[in-house]
């Protein structure tokens, strides 16, 4: 059984990066890495997501450009780098992982999910 464990959330400002971690334990394997966000009241959207090696990685519009997600293999952690953060990111950011979850944007494709991790960010 994989377990997630994202970290790194908090409060900050608008324009401020931070940066979130997903570490990750359990059974080795070639896991796709991805990052949802829930805002209050609004369901849960893809943010992005990274192959196992990370060679491959994809945004979804609204962060592409601003977010940048990487993974330390050694670490078994992936990384979410947040740029010029806005109120509209603040959410619950959520990590979910799968050998093979289909659309790397479809949610219902991931097995295993930590219990995410708090982002405000205020104007």
């Known amino acids: 059984q994989v377990q997630l464990v994202e970290s790194g959330g908090g409060v900050v400002q608008a324009g401020d990066p931070l940066r979130l971690s997903c570490a990750a334990s359990?059974?080795?394997?070639?896991?796709?890495t991805a990052w949802f966000r829930q805002a209050s009241g609004e369901d849960r959207e893809y943010v992005a997501a990274i192959d196992w090696n990370g060679v491959h990685t994809e945004y979804s519009v609204p962060v592409k450009g601003r977010f940048t997600i990487s993974r330390d293999n050694v670490k078994n952690t992936v990384y979410l780098q947040m740029n010029s953060l806005k109120p509209g990111d603040t959410a619950v950011y959520y990590c979910?992982?799968?050998?093979?979850?289909?659309?790397?944007?479809?949610?219902?494709?991931?097995?295993?999910w930590g219990q995410g991790t708090q982002v405000t960010v205020s104007s």
């Open positions: 359990g059974p080795a394997g070639t896991y796709i």
């Open positions: 979910a992982a799968d050998e093979a979850p289909g659309a790397w944007r479809d949610q219902a494709g991931y097995d295993y």
